[in-house]
């Protein structure tokens, strides 16, 4: 599509050569065989362009070849800062459409047309000092590290305030190393949020060295929970993958047992009851009754009262209320079983009995 495209936008008179072609001489197959093993042995562009200004200094270069170059570029604005130099030396300006097709935007495909049209005999100088692009907020989903409960990497957060100008520092830099190196010593030095550091390396303009910095500073981040949303700072499957290896999600908190509900039903006190009422004898309604109660564990005082109300003697009703006081779970309204006790001397035992026991 960009091809189609800008062959129609190129009607214009061929294009003026800067250098001329008698000083300079051109580049062999075989030069250019060494140029392409030098450039793909290296992953810095920066690194890239050096290399073939020096290796190009004194050349001229076909289409062919220039495109050839082209395309072991990843970002578009240093394939442009390629492109507009290596078009000074071409021997072949009217073949220069095939480039376009290396430029994975449309918007860096017409950087480079711009420059082409707008080339004349007064602009042959070297296209160094074309200003990098402002970076623009791309429009990401961005985490809120208010209200963050999960794993710290660091605290206390750094302010919008200093953010604001740690972000000012970064972006007036020139070059991805030396953002990097801000960055990474910025991070040491402070925690940042990964909101915060989402927007600190899209600064950086090379997805390589994004995810160098991000594979790096994952332990040492305000919102550890959060670091995947990094990942959309990255479109190559390779880095996005790497993301995920090194981020360890939440450990979720073991889940604790579930107490069994400490109660004796009202079915199962029916049968207590009944069980008891069978018994003849005083001595066994009480021996039975503390067996049962020893059994069931979990009663309350009102259930206690029921029970009391069962055994005759008001000795046995004294000894079976503080035997019973270990098995109630409402002790605090176990006044409701003393007042089962007939004589007031009896209740007095109890309340000693229980003050002995607290």
């Known amino acids: ?35 392409i093993n030098k450039i793909s042995s290296v992953s810095n562009e ?28 990843i970002s578009d604005y240093q394939r442009y800062l390629f492109c507009a130099n290596a078009y000074q030396k071409l021997t072949d300006p009217e073949n220069v459409y095939s480039v376009f097709d290396g430029f994975n935007n449309l918007s860096g495909a017409l950087r480079f047309y711009n420059y082409i049209s707008n080339y004349s005999d007064d602009n042959q ?4 000092a074309i200003p990098e692009p402002e970076p623009v907020e791309a429009d990401f989903e961005y985490p809120n590290p208010n209200f963050y409960s999960g794993e710290c990497g660091c605290e206390p957060l750094v302010s919008d305030r200093s953010f604001d100008g740690y972000f000012y520092k970064v972006s007036q830099i020139k070059g991805d190393d030396g953002k990097m190196d801000l960055i990474l010593n910025l991070v040491d030095e402070h925690c940042f949020s990964v909101t915060q550091i989402m927007k600190l390396v899209n600064l950086i303009q090379f997805e390589e060295n994004r995810f160098s910095v991000l ?36 450990l979720k908190p073991k889940p604790q047992p579930i107490e069994p509900i400490c109660e004796v039903t009202d079915y199962e006190l029916g049968l207590i009851i009944t069980q008891i009422e069978n018994e003849s004898f005083e001595t066994d309604k009480l021996r039975l009754a503390k067996n049962l109660v020893e059994k069931n564990e979990c009663f309350t005082s009102m259930q206690i009262v029921e029970l009391i109300k069962l055994i005759g003697f008001e000795a046995d009703k004294l000894d ?16 409701f079983v003393s007042q089962e006790l007939g004589y007031s001397t009896d209740r007095e035992a109890l309340q000693v009995y229980i003050d002995a026991q607290e």
Request: hydrophobic residues 40%.
């Open 1 to 35: 599509m960009i091809k189609k495209l800008l062959t129609l936008l190129l009607i214009i008179p061929f294009f003026i050569n800067v250098f001329s072609q008698n000083s300079l001489s051109p580049l062999t197959n075989n030069q250019y065989n060494i140029l």
């Open 46 to 73: 920066d690194t890239k362009l050096k290399i073939i200004e020096n290796d190009l200094s004194a050349k001229t270069i076909t289409s062919k070849q220039m495109e050839g170059i082209a395309i072991f570029f």
């Open 125 to 128: 100088t070297q296209v160094t």
């Open 215 to 250: 594979s790096t500073i994952y332990p040492i981040v305000f919102d550890k929970d959060n670091y995947l949303y990094v990942k959309q700072l990255l479109t190559n499957m390779n880095y996005i993958n790497g993301i995920n290896e090194i981020y360890s999600p939440p």
């Open 320 to 335: 079976f209320a503080k035997f019973a006081w270990h098995y109630t779970i409402d002790k605090n309204n176990y006044s």
